[in-house]
């Protein structure tokens, strides 16, 4: 979801890029929160972000790395009787397509499509329940360093990756004969999802829906990529939060409210 927009930071107009020119790509991640000081003192001590307010209110905060916005934080949870995690927004031409793709092909509707000017935005599970999102509307001002200081790439965990690129790619046009579309590709058995030749999404099999580990359960992983892996997993535990798996690539965090997510460094891609 798109909590900061160029219509409204006072971007030229030339600078406005919409998802009707970039679509199927991850446009955004968000987190939902219990309690906006917390998380802000986490991420901020492990990732080193700094805020700023958003203009959707109060509930709503924007995190900065090197003073490019890339990630929303939504003080959400309690209010909308919503889980604590991170979630990804791919950029749709029209929302309420997207939404009644999704439906026709398996997928459930949680929220939305909301509207939060100049955009739209919904909340969705695809059918084996990982959660994903979808905004159409105007994407961030800057949007090619969004690009670059954004998540090294997001992941789906899910129960059979063929099936969820198929599922995915119908919804968000993959691989389809549009023009700028994402190209797919399968490589070790992994789904390989590129927008301009980037890696911004990988999809593998294998996870188990009835499993009670949530980490083993179908769901998309956030990836942040960081200069020293080490130093986050110790600024994560020294700071209330956990450390599920650690390796000299990539170390999957757990924050105090429960969210997941991987940093990865910026060497890997």
């Known amino acids: 979801?798109?909590?900061?927009?160029?219509?409204?930071?006072?971007?030229?107009?030339?600078?406005?890029?919409?998802?009707?020119?970039?679509?199927?790509?991850?446009?955004?991640?968000?987190?939902?929160?219990?309690?906006?000081?917390?998380?802000?003192?986490?991420?901020?001590?492990?990732?080193?972000?700094?805020?700023?307010?958003?203009?959707?209110?109060?509930?709503?905060?924007?995190?900065?790395?090197?003073?490019?916005?890339?990630?929303?934080?939504?003080?959400?949870?309690?209010?909308?009787?919503?889980?604590?995690?991170?979630?990804?927004?791919?950029?749709?031409?029209?929302?309420?397509?997207?939404?009644?793709?999704?439906?026709?092909?398996?997928?459930?509707?949680?929220?939305?499509?909301?509207?939060?000017?100049?955009?739209?935005?919904?909340?969705?599970?695809?059918?084996?329940?990982?959660?994903?999102?979808?905004?159409?509307?105007?994407?961030?001002?800057?949007?090619?360093?969004?690009?670059?200081?954004?998540?090294?790439?997001i992941r789906l965990h899910t129960r059979n990756a063929f099936d969820a690129a198929l599922f995915y790619g119908e919804i968000l046009d993959w691989a389809s004969e549009r023009t700028g579309c994402c190209q797919v590709e399968y490589e070790g058995g992994e789904v390989v999802l590129r927008s301009r030749g980037d890696v911004v999404a990988r999809i593998d099999s294998g996870a188990v829906e009835a499993a009670p580990d949530p980490e083993v359960r179908p769901h998309w992983q956030v990836h942040f990529a960081v200069d020293d892996i080490a130093c986050c997993a110790r600024a994560a535990e020294k700071h209330g939060g956990s450390v599920l798996r650690e390796a000299e690539a990539e170390a999957v965090l757990r924050d105090p409210d429960g969210a997941q997510f991987t940093v990865t460094s910026r060497r890997e891609r």
């Not at 995690?85 to 929302?95: E, I, L």
């Open 1 to 153: 979801m798109n909590h900061d927009t160029p219509a409204r930071s006072g971007a030229k107009k030339r600078d406005v890029v919409s998802t009707h020119s970039v679509f199927g790509a991850p446009c955004w991640v968000s987190l939902t929160s219990r309690d906006l000081q917390a998380t802000e003192d986490f991420y901020g001590a492990v990732l080193g972000w700094r805020w700023r307010n958003a203009k959707l209110g109060d509930h709503f905060r924007i995190a900065l790395a090197g003073g490019v916005p890339v990630a929303g934080i939504a003080a959400v949870a309690a209010m909308w009787q919503m889980a604590v995690a991170w979630t990804p927004y791919f950029a749709v031409p029209n929302a309420d397509e997207a939404v009644a793709r999704a439906r026709e092909r398996g997928g459930t509707a949680a929220v939305g499509p909301l509207s939060f000017p100049p955009g739209r935005a919904a909340l969705l599970a695809d059918r084996d329940g990982a959660t994903f999102g979808i905004w159409e509307g105007e994407l961030i001002s800057n949007w090619e360093a969004w690009r670059q200081a954004a998540p090294t790439f």
